[in-house]
């Protein structure tokens, strides 16, 4: 009964421990917040990119194949362009803003049909 009631109690301890761990890890990736500049004109549902922000790395899934994007990235204060690229037939984007200082940045994604921007922190 002692050797049941001892393995319980390792299994819940590690179990608290990993659940912890994970949830730091987590802690730092934020979702940025996409807007459509261009009001949709159709009645069909526009599809969004989705975009996250883990210093110094921004990620963007966009969600199908895309024949091009542009990816504009600016200092929102002083509208400094830091990053740009145009990339043909991609789904999803890594960007490594490593050397970028800490602040507030405004992220633009340029598709055929639409124009996403959002805003986003560097720590």
Same mark, same amino acid.
């Given at each position: 009964?002692?050797?049941?009631? !001892? !393995?319980?109690?390792? !299994?819940?301890?590690?179990?608290?421990?990993?659940?912890?761990?994970?949830?730091?890890?987590?802690?730092? !990736?934020?979702?940025?917040?996409?807007? *459509?500049?261009?009001?949709?004109?159709?009645?069909?549902?526009?599809?969004?990119?989705?975009?996250?922000?883990?210093?110094?790395?921004?990620?963007?899934?966009?969600?199908?194949?895309?024949?091009?994007?542009?990816?504009?990235?600016?200092?929102?204060?002083?509208?400094?362009?830091?990053?740009?690229?145009?990339?043909?037939?991609?789904?999803?984007? *890594?960007?490594?803003?490593?050397?970028?200082?800490?602040?507030?940045?405004?992220?633009?994604?340029?598709?055929?049909?639409?124009?996403?921007?959002?805003?986003?922190?560097?720590?």
């Amino acid at each position: 009964m002692k050797a049941k009631f !001892l !393995l319980l109690f390792l !299994l819940v301890i590690l179990l608290q421990v990993n659940t912890t761990s994970f949830a730091r890890e987590m802690k730092s !990736l934020r979702q940025i917040e996409l807007r *459509n500049k261009i009001p949709a004109q159709h009645r069909s549902i526009p599809i969004s990119p989705i975009a996250f922000v883990e210093s110094p790395m921004v990620s963007i899934d966009l969600l199908s194949p895309v024949n091009t994007v542009t990816i504009i990235i600016k200092d929102a204060e002083t509208e400094e362009v830091v990053y740009t690229s145009t990339n043909l037939n991609v789904e999803k984007l *890594n960007i490594n803003l490593i050397g970028e200082k800490k602040g507030k940045y405004v992220l633009e994604i340029q598709l055929p049909t639409n124009t996403f921007t959002g805003e986003f922190e560097l720590d």
